[in-house]
């Protein structure tokens, strides 16, 4: 059972057919929303942290260039790849590299390098879920005590309902 591999060319870039991800994927999201926000931050701050050194060093390929490109201009030259580059001022943030970026991103959560944060996640979501059963335990009691259940249609009448059952049991409603 050999997957032969294809390539991909869309609007982020090239992908490699072999990757995982291409294997993988059958219609459904296979990375975790909070995994995907997590990564494209991280790549985000690293675009714009190291956007003032990509600048520096097109405008010093740029200049490198410059003969070239005047040649090029004037027709005595053919068409070079290498200025194809050149004349690509970079962007802070670069759509093309996105492809690559989850597809290094999927590698890396097969790995499991990204354990701590799907970890934290299930512990806060834990936290959070555990307060709400708490809770709704003791929602259901209260109203089970009030016998109110079906005959509560407002919020009023639960609020009234709730003062006549504290005054039977003898404690103030704040």
């Not at 936290?127 to 709400?132: E, G, M, P, S, T």
Request: with cysteine; glycine share 8%; proline share 2%.
């Amino acid at each position: 059972d050999h997957v032969s591999p294809v390539r991909a060319t869309g609007m982020y870039g090239v992908v490699d057919g072999g990757r995982a991800f291409v294997r993988d994927f059958h219609g459904l999201e296979l990375l975790p929303n909070f995994l995907r926000v997590h990564v494209v931050r991280q790549h985000v701050v690293e675009m714009i942290r190291g956007f003032r050194e990509r600048e520096r060093r097109w405008k010093q390929m740029r200049a490198s260039m410059q003969v070239d490109d005047e040649i090029e201009q004037m027709g005595l030259g053919w068409r070079s790849s290498d200025l194809d580059v050149v004349r690509a001022r970079p962007r802070p943030i670069e759509l093309n590299r996105l492809g690559a970026l989850y597809a290094d991103a999927y590698d890396a959560y097969l790995r499991g390098d990204f354990k701590c944060i799907v970890h934290r996640r299930r512990r806060l979501l834990g936290k959070a879920w555990r307060c709400w059963w708490r809770l709704s335990q003791h929602l259901k009691e209260e109203m089970d005590a009030l016998g109110v259940l079906g005959k509560v249609k407002t919020v009023d009448e639960l609020g009234a309902a709730a003062a006549v059952h504290s005054a039977q049991r003898g404690t103030t409603s704040r």
